[in-house]
C-alpha cells in the first residue's frame, strides 16, 4: 500500500519535472522575435515588415504561459471577435456545460467546461470521434494525453500547455459535491448560438 502510494507521487514528481523543462527555458523571453523565431528567415525582406507578436499579442489580456495570451478572456471582455461561420446556415452551437472527469488518482478532480471550448470549435470537433458524449464514457489517462491523444490533442499544441495542471485538475476532492451542485445551478440547460 505504502509502495504505491510512493510510485505514484513520483510519477506525479515525474511529470511536472519533464513538462517544466520548456517553460524554464521560454521564460526569459516574453515573445520571440520574427527574426529569431526559428521558423522565419531572418534575411527576408518581409522581415520588418510584418507585424511583430509582441505588438499585437501584448495588447490582449496576458497569460502565463504558452502565447502568454488568455485566448478565453479575449473573447469574453469582448476585445477579439473571431468569425464564427462563412455559410449563413452553419448552427453556431454554445453548450454553458461542465462535466467532471473524476478517475485522477491524488490529484484533483478535473472541471472539463463545454462553454470555454464551443467558443472556438463545434461539437463535431470532438463528438464522437475524439470523445464519446457521455461522462465516465472515454478510457483517458494521463500518459494517453500526454502522447496527444483525447485533451492533448490541442493542450500542448494549440491550446495552453499540459504543464499547467492545475487548470484542468481544479476541483479538490472534499469539495467536489458542493461545486457540482452550484454547477448545475448556474448552468443554462440550453444550447445557445453566439451573435
Ligand atoms: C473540446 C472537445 C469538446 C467539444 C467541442 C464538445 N465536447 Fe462534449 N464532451 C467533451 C468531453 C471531454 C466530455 C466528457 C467525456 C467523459 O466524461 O469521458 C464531453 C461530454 C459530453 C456529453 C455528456 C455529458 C454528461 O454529463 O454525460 C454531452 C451530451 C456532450 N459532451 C455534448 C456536446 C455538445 C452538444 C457539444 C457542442 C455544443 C459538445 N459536447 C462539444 C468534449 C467536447
Ligand atoms: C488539459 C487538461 C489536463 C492537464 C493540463 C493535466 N491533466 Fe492530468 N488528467 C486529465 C484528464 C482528463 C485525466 C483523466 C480523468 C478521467 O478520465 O476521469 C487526467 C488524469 C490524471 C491522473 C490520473 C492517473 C493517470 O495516469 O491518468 C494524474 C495522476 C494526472 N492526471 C496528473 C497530472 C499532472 C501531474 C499534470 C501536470 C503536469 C496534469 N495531470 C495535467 C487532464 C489534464
Ligand atoms: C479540439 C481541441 C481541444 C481539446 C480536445 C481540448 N481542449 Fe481545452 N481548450 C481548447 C482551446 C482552443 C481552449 C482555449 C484556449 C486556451 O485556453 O488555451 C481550451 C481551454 C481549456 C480550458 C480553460 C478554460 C478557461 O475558461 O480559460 C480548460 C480548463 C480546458 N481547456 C480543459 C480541457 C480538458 C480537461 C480537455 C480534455 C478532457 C480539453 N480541454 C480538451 C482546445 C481543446
Not at 495588447?59 to 502565447?67: A, C, F
Not at 477579439?80 to 452551437?93: A, F, L, Q, S, Y
Request: hydrophobic share 40%.
Amino acid at each position: 500500500m505504502l509502495k504505491m502510494k510512493f510510485s505514484r507521487l513520483f510519477y506525479i514528481l515525474f511529470l511536472m519535472a519533464v513538462l517544466s523543462l520548456p517553460r524554464v527555458s521560454g521564460a526569459a523571453s516574453k515573445w520571440k522575435s520574427l527574426a529569431d523565431d526559428g521558423i522565419h528567415d531572418p534575411e527576408s525582406p518581409a522581415i520588418g515588415i510584418l507585424q511583430e507578436p509582441a505588438e499585437a499579442l501584448s495588447k490582449l489580456p496576458q497569460d502565463t504561459s504558452g502565447n502568454r495570451v488568455n485566448w478565453v478572456k479575449a473573447i469574453d471582455e469582448g476585445i477579439i471577435n473571431p468569425r464564427t461561420n462563412i455559410h449563413p446556415e452553419t448552427k453556431v452551437r454554445i453548450w454553458d456545460n461542465d462535466v467532471f472527469l473524476e478517475k485522477t488518482g491524488e490529484m484533483p478532480v478535473v472541471r472539463f467546461p463545454h462553454r470555454a471550448h464551443t467558443l472556438w470549435l463545434d461539437c463535431k470537433n470532438c463528438h464522437e470521434k475524439y470523445f464519446i458524449s457521455k461522462n465516465g464514457a472515454n478510457p483517458i489517462t494521463m500518459m494517453k494525453i500526454l502522447q496527444g491523444n483525447y485533451c492533448g490533442r490541442c493542450h500542448g499544441a494549440v491550446a495552453f500547455p499540459l504543464i499547467e495542471c492545475l487548470r484542468c485538475h481544479s476541483v479538490p476532492r472534499q469539495k467536489l459535491e458542493q461545486i457540482k451542485a452550484e454547477t448545475r445551478k448556474a448552468e443554462s440547460l440550453k444550447v445557445q448560438s453566439r451573435k
